[in-house]
């Protein structure tokens, strides 16, 4: 079974998307009580033995990062993974008010935190249009300082695609991008092109 | 005679759910732009007497647009059309010359809402 | 499901269950809160949570309480970037260590019909259990680690092998005679190395260093990694001029070619020092002493060097 998008389905995944990490940016903005701006330039749906090098290419080759994982369950199911640069990880808590230098903890429930909202507010925003409920799993981290090229094995994956969503998070004047990656097996990614699909009809 | 409209967005779903969200019984003639300097391209053939704008587009985005348009004079109602609703977003825009503001995903009341109160004739 | 069930249910559930509206005033709390906490849900309920729990983290938790009304999506914590969120006892008394429930929380937005999060519901978790095997497992990776011979980054053998290495083949020198040589080397600028590439660059550093010169050794030769960016070689059956050669041939090795770092390029060089072990050593440490100060003369002299200690020159600094 082919899991490509055409470019119509592409183009409103992404649009829906960009509608949710929006309301994500703005309701973002009121916590860190700093200007969040949260684009999605990139969708793409790479096979299993591309997945590597597809997360390498977007991250960019041989940098160093830390990731974090979250499960979610209902009509759509699978991983979605927060990938931190390293200079971003400082940045952030800089700005969410850590004034002096933070523990290894806090740094942790910090990246925890942000992977949490991300992740919840792009996938129930996707979840919004099927117009049906997720749940989560708590979040853990998944790899701490690593090369992005070693983060995921790819004969480690059981399931054959990927959603990969690109998303840049600006805080203020700073820089911080993380990027967001969602796994999903095959009947979940029929299922999310079916209701792209119904959605589009819609309109 | 119908009004030229102008709707930017990279996005032909966007593109499409905003032109849907329009009031019917406003007579227009709607041209499509993909990103910013479409836009202007558009705007400088005359085809933009009100424009819908997207913020976040490739090649030219929404801020850059209404600088140009800032610069060569603003003979446009610009209405911009944004996921991203956080006020300081808002203000920039409007000080960038923006009438309007209007939030994704575009409810058609706000649209008609909005027209009326510029006094468009619907 | 009856509402005596649903009671019943939230009662008996085995976790801890509470909820607060918008101003932290508690909604729910369940007999498993009551019955950790010593307060009765007639005691707290109506009552705000920060004033009945006054030894709360209140600006930490008081600010997650307000991310789920604001963002409306569920939060966690985890114990292990927070061990507890309420002091309880826990029931595993005779375990050391931990001095509280280790808790893990779930806070769920329960939204009213206007769409808008009325109440934030919370789950307490009680994984003191995971927290113990965690704790345990820990050790003992730690304990298998100090039991095997390898150093974890290079896989050479580490320092507490090395060390017992050169003193059976001193042992075995003072017993049968022959000669013993020993090079101690340390990379030149490594802390540079760390600055300028992270720590990441500087393991890659050790892995491939040591992956060198693990590789043109003689096969009698003993290579271990001595202490942070220092190393040792053992070389049993060699003089000096033998010595010599061998440490110039993997200087000049190391030197030959940076290490390749993802797109980077860093160089590397050495600083390497050797000695002779005589009738005057009484111990592995002495021989370990003379190699470490022509070492230190190595790098005085300009690093990537290779020098054979002389009591004559190589004086006590």
Request: glycine share 6%.
């Amino acid at each position: 079974m082919s899991q490509t998008l055409t470019s119509d389905q592409k183009d409103a995944l992404q649009e829906v998307t960009n509608i949710a990490m929006g309301q994500a940016a703005s309701t973002l903005a009121t916590i860190l009580s700093t200007f969040v701006t949260i684009s999605v330039p990139r969708i793409n749906i790479p096979e299993v033995s591309e997945i590597g090098s597809a997360i390498s290419k977007m991250v960019g080759n041989g940098k160093e990062v830390t990731a974090v994982r979250q499960s979610f369950a209902g009509h759509l199911r699978g991983e979605a993974i927060i990938i931190y640069g390293q200079e971003g990880c400082r940045d952030l808590a800089d700005l969410m008010g850590y004034d002096e230098d933070i523990d290894q903890s806090a740094e942790r429930e910090l990246l925890l935190d942000i992977a949490n909202v991300l992740i919840g507010a792009c996938l129930n925003g996707i979840a919004d249009i099927l117009q049906t409920g997720l749940t989560f799993a708590p979040p853990s981290i998944m790899a701490e300082r690593v090369i992005i090229n070693s983060l995921i094995d790819p004969t480690q994956l059981t399931w054959n695609n990927a959603l990969l969503v690109e998303v840049n998070f600006t805080l203020e004047a700073r820089n911080f991008s993380c990027h967001l990656v969602t796994l999903m097996p095959e009947d979940s990614i029929e299922r999310l092109k079916q209701a792209i699909d119904t959605f589009m009809e819609n309109f | 005679m119908p009004t030229p409209i102008l709707v930017c967005d990279d996005s032909a779903m966007a593109r499409k759910m905003l032109i849907k969200a329009l009031p019917s019984s406003w007579n227009v003639e709607i041209t499509q732009a993909a990103n910013g300097l479409e836009a202007l391209e558009a705007y400088r053939a005359g085809k933009a007497e009100v424009m819908f704008l997207d913020l976040t587009m490739p090649e030219l985005d929404g801020y850059g647009v209404l600088e140009t348009l800032q610069k060569e004079g603003l003979n446009s109602f610009v209405i911009v059309v944004s996921a991203d609703i956080q006020p300081l977003a808002q203000e920039r825009v409007k000080q960038l010359g923006a009438i309007a503001f209007v939030k994704k995903p575009v409810n058609p009341a706000d649209v008609e809402g909005l027209l009326r109160q510029y006094g468009v004739e619907l | 499901m009856s509402a005596s069930l649903r009671d019943f249910i939230v009662d008996e559930v085995g976790v801890g269950l509470f909820a607060v509206d918008r101003q932290m005033n508690l909604l729910l709390w369940n007999r498993y809160m009551a019955n950790h906490s010593g307060r009765t849900a007639d005691q707290v309920l109506g009552h705000n949570l920060f004033e009945v729990f006054p030894e709360l983290p209140r600006k930490w938790l008081e600010k997650k309480i307000q991310s789920v009304f604001i963002l409306k999506n569920f939060a966690f914590t985890s114990w292990e970037q927070r061990p507890w969120l309420f002091q309880f006892d826990h029931n595993r008394p005779i375990t050391g260590g931990i001095d509280y429930m280790q808790q893990n929380c779930t806070f769920m937005p329960m939204k009213g019909e206007n769409g808008e999060v009325e109440t934030v519901c919370v789950v307490l978790f009680d994984v003191t259990d995971a927290a113990i095997y965690q704790r345990m497992l820990k050790d003992a990776m730690r304990r298998v680690e100090e039991a095997s011979n390898r150093d974890g980054l290079t896989g050479i053998f580490n320092r507490r092998y090395i060390e017992h290495a050169l003193t059976t083949e001193i042992k075995r020198v003072k017993r049968y005679g022959g000669s013993l040589a020993l090079t101690l080397f340390d990379l030149d600028h490594f802390k540079k190395v760390n600055d300028t590439y992270g720590h990441l660059g500087g393991d890659e550093v050790l892995k491939e260093v040591s992956q060198r010169v693990a590789a043109n050794l003689r096969e009698t030769d003993i290579l271990g990694r001595y202490g942070g960016e220092e190393f040792m070689i053992i070389m049993p059956a060699t003089d000096q001029e033998q010595a010599y050669q061998v440490a110039e041939r993997l200087r000049e090795l190391v030197a030959a070619e940076p290490v390749i770092f993802g797109e980077i390029n860093i160089p590397a060089t050495t600083s390497m020092g050797l000695t002779l072990q005589a009738d005057h050593h009484e111990s592995a440490a002495d021989l370990i002493h003379e190699a470490d100060l022509a070492l230190y003369y190595s790098k005085r002299n300009g690093r990537n060097l290779v020098t054979c200690y002389d009591p004559a020159v190589h004086k006590e600094i």
